[in-house]
C-alpha cells in the first residue's frame, strides 16, 4: 500500500467528524490493505507505532522536526520557525515549505507504508549519544521523498499531533465493515481488543483468518484493558442494583496489572505502561508465588511499618519515579491488595464469575506477604454495606467497591459489574476526573506565579467532543501549582482541541492531556460551561477544587457527561453522605 494513499485519506477525514462517514471512508482504505499491511495502517491512525506497553514513543521535539524541515525543504532555520510562527502547525509548514521545493526538486519514488512504518520505528527507538543527529537525518530522508501532503502528516505524526479525531470504536467499525460490508464482527473486535490492548494485533489476526478473533485468549505480557467502575451514591442503591454482592476494600494508590509466566515478569500501570522496573520489591514477590503463570491485579500502596498505617497517596505516588528506585522503596516500601485474577496457569478466567475469580484470589494470596487479598466482605443488606463503608473511612481508605457476583471480567468496560462508593471529601458530595484544556494566568498575590488556574473538561461519550464543567484554580499549594503550570507550558496549543465545545475563554490553550481529580461542593447550571447543555446551560462545578494529579489516566478515561447528569440528578435525592 502506498503512503500516498494513506496521507489522502487522513486529508479527507480532517474534512469531515460525522462518524458513520469517517467509518465508510476507513473501510474503503482497509479493504485495500493487505493482512501485512493493517497492524501498520491502524498503528499510524493511532499516532502510535506499538501499543504502550512496549514503551515506544516517538518522542521528537519541535525544534528537530524544524531542523529536519529546514534540510528537506533547503529553507533556514529561521524562515521555518517565521513560517511556524504563523501557521501555529509545524505539519502545515512542513507542507507549504516542501510545495514550494517541490518546483525544484523531483521525487525519486513513491514511498510505500511499510517504509513510512519501518523509519517510524527506526526514529522512536534510537537512543543515547548521537540519537537526536540520527533522528533528524532519518526524519529528513522521509521528508525529502515525500509529496507536500504526506510531509503534513510526517511532521504531526513524529510530534504526536496526528489528531485525526478518529476513536477506536471508528476503527472497530471500519474494520468489520471493511471485511462484512457491516458492523457484525465489531462486537468480536471489541472483545479482543480489550483484553490484548494491541489493535495492529487484532487487525493482524483477523485479516489472517476472522475465525482467530473468536478464539482470541488472555495471554501473558499483553495486558489488557482495566475493568472500570459505576458509582451510585447510597448503600440501598447498590444493593437495588445487585442484590447480594461482595464488597472489598477501595484503596487509594496506584493499578498494577501483574504478570507472569515462569522467570518473567511484567508489571504495568492503569495505562499500561510497562513498570517493572520502578517496582523490584512487587516483582520479586511475585517470582515466588506459586503460581508458574498468572495475571491479576491489585492496587498498590506505601505502608508506614513503624506506624502501622498507609502513606498518603502523594507519599504512595514517590514509588512511580525513573531514579533513585532502591532508596524510594526502602523509604516507601509497598503492599499490594490483591483484587481480581484473569488468567491462572494457562487458563483465560475473564469469562468466570467474579464470585469464581474472588475464590482464586484468596486461595492464591492467602499467604498474605507484600501482596495479600483486597479486604472483602460478601453482603445483601444495605446496613451491611454501610458497615464496610465506616470501617473503610475509618482506616482512612477511600470507600468501597461492591462487585457483582456473577458478572465476567468486563475488560475495558464501565458496566455495573463493579460499583465505587466514595467517601466525600471534607464538604464535598464527590469528585470527577477531568481532563485539563487550558489555562489563566494569574492576576493578584498569584501573579507571580503567573498562574491563575485550569479549565476542566469532562467527556461527552455519544457525541465524542469533550465539554468543560469547571474552572479551577484552588486547592494546590503554590509550589504544585507552579509546577503544574510547567507541566502545561510544555503541552499549548495556538487553538483549542478539535473536540472541545466551549463558551469561555482561557489565557492558554493546552492539549487535552493531564487528567485532575476534582472535588466540588455542588453541580449547578451554567451558561459559562458545554457540559451537556441544554436550553443554553451546562453543568458546572461548584466550589471546585483540584484533591490530585491523576497521572494514571489518560484523557479518554475521564468522567463522562452522562455521569455528570447522572451526580447531578442524585444529589438532591438522598441523604446519605
Ligand atoms: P476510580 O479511579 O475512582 O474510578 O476507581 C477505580 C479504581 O479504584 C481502580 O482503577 C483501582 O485502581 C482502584 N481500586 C482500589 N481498590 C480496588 C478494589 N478493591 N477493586 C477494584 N479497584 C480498586
Redesign the pocket.
Known amino acids: 500500500m502506498l503512503f500516498s494513499e494513506v496521507a489522502a485519506v487522513f486529508d479527507q477525514l480532517e474534512d469531515i467528524s460525522g462518524r458513520l462517514e469517517m467509518t465508510d471512508i476507513l473501510a474503503e482504505l482497509f479493504q485495500q490493505a493487505e493482512a501485512d499491511d493493517i497492524g501498520k495502517l491502524i498503528y499510524l491512525i493511532q499516532g502510535i507505532v506499538a501499543p504502550p506497553y512496549e514503551g515506544i514513543d516517538i518522542g521528537i521535539g519541535e525544534r528537530f522536526a524544524l531542523e529536519a524541515i529546514a534540510a528537506a525543504s533547503g529553507y533556514s532555520k529561521a524562515r521555518v520557525e517565521s513560517h511556524y510562527k504563523k501557521s501555529g502547525d509545524l505539519g502545515d509548514t512542513a507542507e507549504e515549505l516542501l510545495q514550494k521545493r517541490a518546483q525544484t526538486a523531483l521525487l525519486t519514488s513513491e514511498m510505500d507504508l511499510e517504509h513510512v512504518y519501518s523509519g517510524m520505528v527506526k526514529i522512536a527507538k534510537a537512543s543515547g549519544p548521537g540519537s537526536q543527529e540520527y533522528k533528524i537525518k532519518h526524519l529528513t530522508e522521509l521528508l525529502n521523498n515525500a509529496s507536500p501532503l504526506e510531509a503534513r502528516f510526517l511532521v504531526r505524526f513524529v510530534l504526536g499531533r496526528l489528531r485525526l479525531g478518529v476513536g477506536d470504536p471508528t476503527i472497530l467499525d471500519a474494520v468489520s465493515v471493511a471485511h462484512a460490508g457491516d458492523k457484525s464482527f465489531r462486537e468480536k473486535l471489541e472483545r479482543a481488543y480489550n483484553i490484548c490492548a494491541d489493535m495492529g494485533h487484532v487487525a493482524e489476526e483477523f485479516y489472517k483468518d476472522p475465525e482467530l478473533i473468536e478464539k482470541f485468549k488472555v495471554q501473558p505480557f499483553r495486558p489488557l484493558m482495566?475493568a472500570?467502575?459505576e458509582r451510585l451514591s447510597t448503600p440501598s442503591e447498590i444493593i437495588d442494583k445487585t442484590g447480594k454482592c461482595g464488597v472489598?476494600?477501595?484503596?487509594?494508590g496506584?493499578?498494577l496489572q501483574c504478570h507472569k509466566k515462569g522467570d518473567r515478569i511484567r508489571l504495568y500501570s492503569?495505562k499500561l505502561e510497562d513498570m517493572t522496573r520502578m517496582f523490584p520489591d512487587v516483582a520479586g514477590s511475585i517470582r515466588e508465588m506459586e503460581a508458574k503463570e498468572i495475571i491479576f491485579e491489585g492496587?498498590a500502596l506505601a505502608f508506614n511499618e513503624e506506624k502501622k498505617r498507609f502513606f498518603s497517596f502523594q507519599q504512595t505516588m514517590h514509588r512511580r519515579r525513573k531514579h533513585g528506585i532502591d532508596k524510594a522503596s526502602q523509604e516507601f516500601p509497598l503492599k499490594v491488595?490483591a483484587?481480581d485474577v484473569l488468567y491462572l496457569d494457562g487458563k483465560d478466567l475473564t469469562q468466570k464469575s467474579y464470585r469464581e475469580r474472588r475464590k482464586l484470589v484468596e486461595k492464591t494470596f492467602r499467604k498474605k506477604g507484600l501482596i495479600q487479598p483486597?479486604g472483602f466482605r460478601l453482603v445483601s443488606r444495605p446496613e451491611e454495606l454501610k458497615q464496610m463503608f465506616d470501617k473503610a473511612a475509618s482506616s482512612g481508605l477511600?470507600g468501597i467497591?461492591a462487585k457483582d457476583l456473577d458478572a465476567p471480567y468486563t475488560a475495558g468496560k464501565r458496566k455495573f459489574a463493579?460499583i465505587?462508593l466514595?467517601k466525600s471529601y471534607g464538604k464535598s458530595v464527590d469528585t470527577i476526573?477531568g481532563v485539563i484544556v487550558g489555562y489563566y494566568l494569574g492576576h493578584g498575590a498569584r501573579a507571580e506565579f503567573e498562574f491563575g488556574g485550569v479549565l476542566v473538561s469532562v467527556y461527552n461519550s455519544d457525541s465524542g467532543t469533550l465539554e468543560t464543567v469547571a474552572k479551577v484554580a484552588t486547592g494546590f499549594t503554590e509550589e504544585e501549582m507552579v509546577d503544574l503550570r510547567k507541566m502545561l507550558e510544555k503541552t499549548k496549543t495556538k487553538n483549542p482541541a478539535d473536540n472541545l465545545v466551549f463558551n469561555i475563554e482561557v489565557d492558554y490553550w493546552v492539549e487535552p492531556r493531564y487528567v485532575i481529580e476534582v472535588a466540588f461542593d455542588e453541580i449547578t447550571k451554567s451558561s459559562m460551561h458545554t457540559c451537556g447543555t441544554r436550553h443554553g446551560k451546562g453543568y458546572a462545578l461548584r466550589f471546585p477544587r483540584i484533591v490530585k494529579l491523576r497521572e494514571d489516566k489518560t484523557a479518554r478515561e475521564v468522567t463522562t457527561t452522562s455521569e455528570v447528569a447522572d451526580m447531578y440528578r442524585l444529589q438532591h435525592s438522598s441523604g446519605f453522605r
Open positions: 482495566p472500570l467502575a472489598e476494600m477501595k484503596y487509594d496506584f493499578r492503569r492496587e491488595f483484587f483486597s477511600e467497591m463493579w465505587k466514595k476526573d
